[in-house]
């Protein structure tokens, strides 16, 4: 019997339009020498080679979405009796020496593009030509495919501990053969009766289609009245507005020490001093735009965060993932004052005893930053609460990782726009350093590397309080708790 998607997989997909695709994307590069030193190293066949060793470790990789004629019952996960691995891996390359600038824009289109949907629901492109002879992977996978818990992302079983090739054996997989209309009318026949939650999610389906149909009927009336009127659609503030279907992507690559010396002298945890260095780089950023700050005193931030639920059955992440909402004030001045207040909005997730610490998650066995921040982006886009913009921040391990025996020395996190939301951000910490990824619209906001420049000035301003360079807040306005990790 095929597996049907459950109602929250479904919405994904059709929730997606041409101006919001709905896939999360890692950048990892990787330095290809061997680790015996003979430079016989990572090239695009042996990441095949990898990937077909380890892809039985996540079924789903080779599944397709089929629908159910009639839609008489969700679709069905089916085998793609024509998977086809050089599709799903595709080699590219940069004109050498390809420099970071063209690897961003390499990036931003990539990432632009929804995803086939008559194929498995993922992409690797496997980027030559970098700087210095090393090689970037770029992992572009839907949110209705990783959820945590039935998949997790590919990454996460490509990457090794250690230098040591290891091969797995992989399988001599074969496809189920296709299930006919008939069978798949028949089969969603009999589920209707015989289970109420198959029944259940199919009037759900269809409530739910319509609601968002009507929805886009009246959008599409709103801008033909627009037109007809001479009226401009509300821009928003800097955050927000009409999206594009085209992306910016940014990198920026920071010390994971400096935020251990800012968090050692003023409290708190590592979380609480990224937080508030993002909140310095929105500041300083908005305040360099033509607009000034928008009226913008706060943003509202969702924050998707690991929790322990003593109720459920551990993911294989070993924990549940919620969203917890930060106020970022963008208003305050000090740096020292922002990182308290941010800091003390995480203070009741701590206290909650369900906060799960970060050494802790980052060295659960198997764990990877990339399904860590696919399943955050599907919370964040799954609130029901009203946010500006969604920030995922990961925890990775502290030590190197390896696939096929070459290193992973950069990993960027870039995570999917929401609808009307101009910017999004990912945050990875792995082995000593500290990734954020933003993404942007690239129409709303054409200066996304400014922002990404201010990330690294904000934190340099918040490691001067540290250090010595500025006064540092009064003892009695601190957060009295331990540093955590």
């Not at 498995?120 to 030559?128: A, D, G, N, S, T």
């Not at 033909?224 to 279907?245: F, H, I, K, M």
């Not at 993932?321 to 208003?331: D, G, M, Q």
Request: net charge neutral; hydrophobic share 40%.
């Amino acid at each position: 019997m095929s597996e049907r998607l459950r109602q929250r997989d479904l919405a994904f997909l059709e929730l997606e339009t041409p101006t919001t695709p709905r896939h999360n994307c890692t950048v990892e590069v990787f330095d290809p020498a061997s680790s015996d030193g003979s430079g016989a190293g990572f090239d695009y066949d042996r990441f095949v080679a990898l990937i077909l060793d380890r892809i039985s470790f996540v079924p789903r990789y080779r599944q397709r979405v089929q629908a159910v004629p009639g839609h008489l019952a969700n679709p069905v996960w089916v085998d793609d009796d024509h998977f086809d691995i050089g599709y799903h891996v595709r080699r590219s390359a940069l004109p050498r020496p390809g420099s970071t600038e063209q690897l961003r824009e390499l990036v931003a289109r990539i990432v632009s593009r929804p995803l086939d949907r008559s194929r498995p629901l993922w992409e690797i492109y496997f980027v030559e030509g970098l700087t210095d002879g090393r090689v970037a992977l770029l992992y572009k996978t839907h949110q209705a495919l990783v959820d945590g818990v039935e998949t997790v992302d590919l990454g996460q079983v490509l990457l090794d501990k250690d230098p040591e090739v290891r091969v797995l054996g992989g399988d001599d997989w074969r496809p189920h053969r296709h299930p006919s209309g008939a069978a798949l009318l028949v089969e969603a026949i009999h589920d209707n009766l015989t289970e109420p939650d198959v029944a259940l999610d199919t009037v759900r389906h269809a409530v739910t289609s319509a609601a968002r149909a009507a929805d886009r009927l009246a959008s599409g009336a709103g801008k033909v009245v627009s037109g007809l009127t001479g009226r401009r659609p509300d821009r928003g503030n800097a955050l927000s507005g009409e999206l594009s279907q085209q992306r910016r992507v940014i990198g920026v690559e920071t010390s994971l020490a400096d935020y251990r010396t800012v968090r050692d002298v003023h409290g708190g945890t590592v979380n609480d001093v990224i937080l508030a260095t993002l909140t310095g780089a929105l500041r300083a950023w908005l305040m360099t735009r033509s607009e000034s700050m928008g009226g913008l005193r706060q943003i509202q931030a969702v924050v998707p965060v690991s929790v322990i639920d003593r109720e459920l059955e551990a993911t294989s992440l070993g924990s549940q993932i919620a969203a917890h909402f930060v106020t970022l004030p963008i208003a305050e001045s000090s740096p020292v004052v922002r990182l308290h207040q941010v800091s003390y909005s995480f203070q009741a997730h701590t206290e909650t005893g369900r906060a799960v610490a970060a050494n802790r998650l980052a060295g659960i066995a198997g764990f990877a930053p990339t399904t860590f921040h696919a399943v955050g982006s599907r919370v964040a886009a799954e609130s029901n609460r009203e946010f500006q913009i969604c920030i995922t921040n990961v925890p990775g391990p502290q030590s190197p990782l390896y696939a096929a025996g070459a290193r992973m020395v950069r990993t960027f996190p870039i995570p999917p726009l929401l609808p009307d939301q101009a910017l999004a951000i990912g945050v990875t910490s792995y082995d000593g350093r500290v990734f954020y990824g933003i993404t942007s619209d690239r129409d709303l906001v054409p200066d996304a590397d400014v922002l990404g420049q201010c990330v690294t000035e904000a934190l340099a301003e918040l490691l001067d309080t540290a250090t010595g360079g500025r006064p540092k807040i009064p003892r009695g306005r601190r957060r009295k708790t331990a540093p955590k990790p």
